[in-house]
């Protein structure tokens, strides 16, 4: 073996004495000192201790001090890292630039999203056809002077004349509706409170939306999710005068949305029963034009089958579903005779997944997967294929839809090394131009290059993965990697551009993006394979993804960091339990972490369709297995782990973290740091861009701090 050269054995030592400080810094830690209860639980006979069990309060003055201590442990560790000031100012000058949504129309009116760079929230304009002048319509920015507040629904009416926009504060899913003129701009005196998981379907001169009933006096929000219910509000009155249009108190944990067609004529109610483990939804509809005041079946069964109404045409509904088909089919199904034998295959199930389907100029416009990648069709009504969309490269595209007299459509195109670009697409030439395209301070795509890679699991199974790092790669398996996954819920993890990751890539890191089962990259057969009683899969799918980066010397265990988000999170505590010696750096952010309670929280039963429940023996014993909070091994030598979390995060509550963080503390070896930051006044996601940006400079500077690496501070912006 040849021996290094002056210039890499000094590196090399430099990295050494800067690992050797990450560890003395570990080793001085001092941990708040978690409070222990004597709580068990038992589980179809066996015992379960829940020690921190106190702090699922997180309204308490002990959860309250507890969290203060912790935070007073990690934010001084990290203000101690040199560079952390450096990551602060990257992450800001990546992300200063134009952002634009692709713009959408109703009427006479074109609506679009814009931040000019480093603004907390975007920005809603309105212009008056496709070449009017652009006038501010909402400003989130100045509704709280944090920036913390920020707009959910925005949902015109057909006619133009109003339009519902939602309120989201601190990162919360609550919403709060509010009601505005477009042509005065003028907010009405309407206010809709207790919304959530809920659509606005606009009526004639009102709208249906979904709501939670108001908590008794005294309970806070978390009390108060069940019996999900549908209301109609006629715009100009008290929502005490709303109409109730659906609910059904013997099933209180069912979700009811309510969709209208671009015509208004039907009134589409979906019904879904997650809790009770079922995938799926039912589907009911009211034709309006005929007054009916009650709903019929369209699909009266809720099972794993998913329906969701796309538009309809004519007297009957175009429907995209998954029955008899895992990659998806569109079925057109008259309401008057909805048996299946009645159906008509617009467009037949094929061996790539659908990702969408919307119509638009009389179009159907669908995009499929090939290998993750965005393909994008046009069809006829009927089904009759007309072209192909060509985009630019391997990619994510999306969009498309319209309004059936539209001539023209828009989309979006990104990948891992190409910034968002709009492009507008003319149906009748069927060509594409770019409409507005992106532009980050200071970055050369050509600098990097991305490649999808194939590697084999546990199983067999192949498992595909994006990579994105600088041209000249040398595969010395000394590449700090950043190695990121999902796996869950039928979610694609699409490759799209993230500015801040840039900071990361231009110190030589390699990033890896796996398409793990469980996700939606290959149908619904690729999600079954990671649900419930298969969820192993999806850790086996991760773990065989790291081996592969490191028996294919793109890096090696002291210099490979993981990283996800909720069900991330999940998925990093699992395989940090499971395979601790593979990573260097975990970071789970607002994960699952109990896996024998997440039921017990807000609407967490809505996972049991994904996760199974431990009320069920079978399941248990499965979700017992790798529940992040229950397996961690005492005196284990951990990854060093920094844990994310919000006090506002009502989906995945900071119990989880909470307790997690509070294990691993107690149980892990001292040779690596465990810190939770815990932020304040923000939810699942983040509740503004400066929060955001906050936390990911803080992740990649405990990142490269515990892998040893001193960052290239010039030649960097």
Same mark, same amino acid.
């Given at each position: ?24 810094? #570990? ?20 015992? *379960? ?8 309060? +997180? ?14 442990? $990690? ?34 009116? @074109? ?34 002077? +944090? ?6 629904? =925005? ?52 709208? @249906? ?91 009266? $069964? ?8 796309? +538009? ?6 175009? *429907? ?39 119509? #638009? ?38 969009? =498309?839809?319209?309004?059936?007299? +539209? ?32 532009? *980050? ?67 030589? @890191? ?44 793109? $890096?090696?265990? #002291? ?23 593979? =990573? ?59 844990? $994310? ?12 973290? @909470? ?14 740091? *465990? ?43």
């Amino acid at each position: 073996m040849a021996m290094p050269s002056r210039i890499t054995r000094l590196a090399l030592g430099a990295a050494a004495a800067a690992f050797a400080t990450a560890t003395i810094l #570990a080793q001085q830690l001092q941990y708040p000192a978690t409070r222990k209860i004597d709580h068990v639980d038992t589980y179809h006979g066996v015992r *379960v201790p829940d020690p921190y069990r106190w702090l699922e309060d +997180d309204s308490s003055s002990e959860t309250a001090a507890w969290i203060e201590a912790e935070n007073k442990v $990690t934010f001084p560790y990290l203000e101690r890292i040199a560079y952390r000031k450096h990551f602060q100012d990257r992450v800001k000058q990546l992300n200063d630039y134009a952002k634009y949504s692709a713009p959408s129309h109703k009427g006479p009116y @074109f609506f679009f999203s814009k931040n000019e760079g480093l603004q907390n929230q975007s920005v809603l304009f309105i212009q008056k056809g496709f070449a009017g002048t652009p006038q501010v319509l909402i400003d989130p920015n100045t509704w709280s002077q +944090d920036g913390t507040v920020r707009l959910g629904a =925005f949902a015109p009416s057909q006619d133009a004349k109003y339009a519902v926009y939602g309120i989201s504060k601190s990162g919360s899913d609550w919403q709060e509706y509010h009601v505005m003129e477009l042509a005065t701009k003028k907010t009405l005196s309407d206010k809709i409170e207790w919304v959530k998981v809920s659509g606005v379907a606009w009526r004639g001169d009102g709208f @249906f939306y979904s709501r939670y009933p108001a908590p008794a006096e005294g309970k806070e929000k978390a009390s108060i999710n069940e019996n999900h219910l549908v209301y109609f509000h006629r715009v100009g009155t008290a929502q005490s005068e709303d109409a109730l249009v659906y609910e059904d108190r013997a099933n209180p944990q069912r979700f009811h949305t309510l969709d209208t067609t671009e015509d208004e004529r039907f009134a589409l109610l979906s019904i879904s029963e997650r809790g009770k483990g079922k995938d799926g939804n039912a589907l009911f509809v009211r034709d309006l034009s005929k007054n009916d005041r009650e709903f019929t079946p369209v699909i009266s $069964t809720i099972t794993d089958d998913s329906f969701g109404v796309i +538009d309809n045409v004519g007297d009957a509904l175009l *429907v995209e579903t998954n029955r008899g088909a895992p990659n998806w089919r569109v079925v057109l199904i008259d309401p008057k005779q909805p048996a299946e034998s009645n159906w008509k295959t617009i467009l037949p199930e094929r061996a790539e997944p659908i990702g969408g389907v919307r119509t #638009a100029g009389g179009k159907l416009f669908a995009t499929y997967l090939k290998d993750v990648a965005t393909r994008a069709y046009v069809y006829n009504l009927a089904g009759t294929l007309e072209n192909e969309i060509a985009l630019p490269g391997p990619g994510t595209a999306g969009g =498309f839809g319209g309004q059936r007299d +539209d001539t023209f459509v828009f989309y979006g195109f990104n990948s891992l090394n190409v910034p968002p670009a709009i492009y507008r697409y003319d149906i009748a030439t069927r060509k594409s131009a770019v409409f507005r395209q992106a532009k *980050v301070p200071g970055y050369n795509p050509g600098a990097f290059e991305t490649k999808q890679v194939f590697y084999t699991s546990k199983d067999g199974t192949r498992i595909p993965m994006f990579l994105v790092h600088r041209k000249g790669l040398k595969l010395d398996g000394n590449n700090p990697t950043l190695l990121f996954a999902y796996g869950g819920f039928n979610v694609v993890q699409s490759p799209t551009f993230n500015a801040a990751r840039l900071a990361l890539l231009e110190q030589g @890191f390699v990033y890896a993006s796996a398409n793990l089962r469980g996700g939606g990259e290959y149908g619904e057969t690729w999600h079954q394979q990671g649900m419930k009683l298969k969820k192993q899969n999806v850790f086996d799918d991760f773990i065989a993804a790291s081996e592969w980066l490191i028996a294919n010397k793109y $890096t090696s265990p #002291a210099r490979l960091a993981v990283q996800g988000g909720s069900n991330g999170g999940l998925l990093v505590g699992a395989v940090i339990n499971q395979r601790p010696e593979l =990573f260097r750096v975990a970071i789970p952010q607002v994960g699952v972490m109990d896996m024998l309670r997440f039921h017990k929280f807000t609407i967490g039963w809505n996972w049991i369709a994904d996760y199974g429940s431990s009320d069920s023996a079978e399941e248990f014993q499965a979700l017992y297995a790798y529940s992040p909070l229950h397996n961690i091994k005492a005196g284990m030598k951990y990854p060093a782990t920094l844990i $994310t979390t919000a006090d506002h995060d009502d989906r995945v509550v900071p119990a989880h973290s @909470f307790k997690y963080a509070a294990t691993l503390q107690e149980r892990a070896s001292r040779e690596n740091p *465990v810190l939770i930051r815990i932020d304040t006044k923000s939810g699942h996601g983040a509740s503004s861009l400066t929060k955001q940006l906050e936390t990911t400079a803080d992740i990649y500077t405990f990142i490269l701090h515990n892998m040893g690496i001193t960052p290239n501070l010039t030649g960097t912006h």
